[in-house]
């Protein structure tokens, strides 16, 4: 019988049947555990007190061992520490498997669910929801406390955000129709509004996780952090929302807070229903969060375009820049041929240079054939802005603007053998790509698509990590068969790998990895080791409790606390690189609007990264509000130097991206933070 069936009454009194064979088994080791606990050595004194405090202190040698042995993924050694009399390191060895991803100990953890300290059962919950193996569910489920205790707890909330990460989808009915939790449930309700947004996160839904979540926004009374869970899972799902408008509005009307407002202004743009876009439209106006104000946009350009054209164009002139950034965006991907005048008009007037771009991009796009003399104008104009850019993303942005039109191929060939930077070279590669995808592909000349396909074969061939990430996206042009170019596909990925140097352009080996399992089913049989720098445990003595980073940008100061019990390895990485004073003079190479800001890229383009990688740690700790510094990733433990600062919550990227610290002072400035603004001193005091 599955999982779901034996659950389905028993969630709301918490006696949860489960697999008996796998119960035994953890009874049998939770025995094992008691017997080393209570059975004296030698050497012991019979009386000896038990321990229940949890102390975390770097000057316990046993603490830094336990974040080491983490560290090297030495999980046959860290499994040691759950018979430790001491729970400090029981809890750090449970917390560990957070963020190694292995299954291999699964049955062991799962004996810690039944610890006698509550930290160290949660944090074993945390870290089988983390590990994601389908076959934790029982383990999860019989650990779920009985109505003879009370349930409303944070290792009862553990479990339930863990079974959303792990169990199999017949599970999330039971889960969410769960309506007898109370209202001042709050571990309870928050454990299960995580519950249905992880399984949202594996694309798993069902109308009643999101009638449950729709349920818990109604209700005032609940804190804050259930309602923006809610609100961003009806963001974030692909679910159909048009059922729900009159809801949906009913809840715009019920809640101000901007962090709740700005997810479900999205929503209400996925319902598709008029009310509700009158909603958005007559509220524009009002909203003081620019936040708010962005995805106003957003959800506007989940209709048809001809409706919300008039909205999105009067945005461009919005005196927040992320608000125009968002407008012109929506105009670029939804706009159409039959506004390629407005676009033209739009961007001869006075707007800030990336606003200004994406206008003469969104032109250059929709410009249809026939009107030989208006595009050249406006090619011209981009032809001055490659010239002569305000910054390197300016020209790079221009570049691309131009290579919307697929027969200036040759002007971006000649551009990507120029000397200009990483930034226009990646994104010259970007824009062969994007003609080769078209359709209009076809109709260049033999020789044209010649020319653009040696590019890209020469980029993959290159060595450079940013050209080789995203010209890797040939492999999967459906259209383009590269044995009619004279070129063996696999053959071709074993080359660019022979280039790579690693763990430097591990980005750059993942593209091929995808690309040759695309190819062939397999992945690469090269494999890559990532163990490649250890915890500077130095650089984690110079810090003090009151030890902050003070960043000083073009922009302005950015004071951040690190959080090195959070992330000890992360921490001290970044505090060495900030005492090389690696990060002075480079660049915020990113800003996605009401998301994030990211820098420490040492080539501009994203693509940077140094010559040693670090490894993820993915406590239990929530992007659950603005101002989070996180690394970035492009997967488990291939962080080096590049960071990001959130502009609000960010929930899908709980437990995938590794937290080590928090803007104390300085919020303004990282929402006013542009695309090119430059790190100018960065030290920690």
């Known amino acids: ?258 962090d709740i407002r700005m997810f479900l202004a999205i929503a209400l743009g996925k319902s598709g229903n008029a009310a509700a876009i009158g909603t958005l439209r007559t509220a524009y106006a009002s909203q003081t969060d620019y936040r708010v104000r962005a995805n106003i946009i957003r959800g506007l350009g989940n209709l048809p375009y001809n409706q919300v054209r008039r909205d999105i164009h009067r945005a461009l002139y919005d005196q927040h820049l992320q608000v125009a950034v968002a407008a012109a965006d929506q105009i670029i991907e939804k706009g159409g041929a039959a506004h390629w005048k407005e676009y033209m008009n739009l961007s001869l007037g006075s707007f800030p240079w990336l606003v200004k771009i994406k206008l003469l991009h969104a032109t250059n796009k929709f410009i249809p054939p026939g009107n030989t003399m208006f595009r050249n104008i406006n090619e011209e104009i981009l032809r001055q802005k490659i010239r002569s850019p305000i910054n390197d993303y300016e020209q790079a942005a221009a570049i691309e603007a131009l290579a919307e039109n697929s027969s200036r191929y040759r002007e971006i060939l000649n551009h ?104 062939t089913g397999q992945p690469l049989p090269d494999g890559n080791t990532m163990y490649t720098h250890p915890i500077e445990w130095t650089a984690l003595d110079r810090l003090t409790d009151s030890s902050q980073v003070i960043l000083e940008t073009s922009r302005g100061t950015i004071q951040i606390q690190l959080l090195p019990m959070v992330a000890p390895g992360t921490v001290a990485n970044f505090a060495d690189l900030v005492t090389m004073n690696y990060y002075a003079e480079k660049y915020i190479h990113r800003v996605v609007p009401n998301f994030v800001i990211q820098g420490g890229c040492n080539r501009g383009d994203g693509y940077g990264s140094l010559d040693y990688t670090i490894r993820s740690e993915l406590p239990q700790v929530y992007y659950d509000q603005e101002g989070y510094v996180g690394m970035a990733s492009a997967g488990p433990h291939t962080e080096s130097a590049q960071w990001f600062i959130t502009h609000c919550p960010t929930p899908h990227l709980d437990g995938n991206y590794t937290i080590f610290g928090r803007v104390a002072d300085g919020m303004d400035i990282v929402h006013e933070t542009e695309v090119g603004d430059q790190i100018i001193s960065i030290k920690i005091r």
């Open 1 to 258: 019988m599955p999982v779901a069936a034996k659950a389905a009454s028993n969630w709301e009194t918490g006696c949860i049947p489960f697999n008996k064979k796998k119960h035994l088994l953890c009874l049998l080791s939770i025995i094992c555990l008691l017997i080393a606990k209570c059975t004296p050595s030698a050497n012991e004194e019979v009386d000896e007190p038990i321990l229940t405090e949890i102390n975390l202190t770097f000057s316990d040698s046993l603490v830094r061992k336990i974040h080491n042995l983490q560290d090297q993924q030495a999980s046959d050694s860290l499994i040691t520490f759950f018979t430790h009399r001491d729970p400090t390191y029981r809890f750090l060895a449970a917390n560990a498997f957070a963020s190694m991803g292995t299954d291999k100990w699964v049955d062991t953890l799962a004996s810690l669910l039944y610890d006698p300290i509550p930290r160290v059962q949660q944090a074993a919950a945390f870290s089988l929801g983390q590990i994601g193996a389908e076959s934790a569910t029982s383990y999860l489920i019989g650990a779920f406390q009985n109505s003879s205790v009370d349930p409303n707890n944070q290792f009862n909330a553990a479990l339930l955000e863990a079974v959303g990460k792990c169990a199999p989808s017949d599970v999330l009915p039971q889960v969410s129709s769960v309506s007898t939790y109370l209202d001042s449930d709050h571990h309870l309700l928050l454990g299960q509004a995580r519950a249905i947004y992880q399984f949202m996160a594996r694309g798993i839904t069902h109308p009643s996780g999101t009638n449950r979540m729709i349920e818990l926004l109604t209700k005032a009374s609940l804190p804050r952090s259930i309602h923006i869970l809610a609100a961003n899972y009806l963001q974030r799902s692909a679910i159909d929302l048009s059922s729900y408008s009159d809801t949906l509005i009913n809840l715009w009307n019920q809640h101000s807070d901007p």
């Open 416 to 519: 990507l053998t120029s000397d200009i930077s990483y930034i226009g070279k990646t994104s010259c590669v970007r824009s062969l790509i994007n003609i080769a995808e078209k359709p209009a592909f076809g109709s260049l000349s033999s020789d044209g698509r010649d020319e653009i396909i040696s590019a890209l074969v020469g980029a993959i061939l290159s060595g450079d990590a940013g050209q080789v990430e995203v010209a890797s996206r040939l492999f999967s042009i459906e259209q383009i068969d590269l044995t009619q170019y004279n070129q063996d596909p696999v053959n071709l990925i074993r080359q660019g790998i022979d280039k790579l140097q690693l763990p430097r352009d591990i980005e750059a080996y993942q593209a091929f990895d995808q690309a040759y399992l695309g190819i």
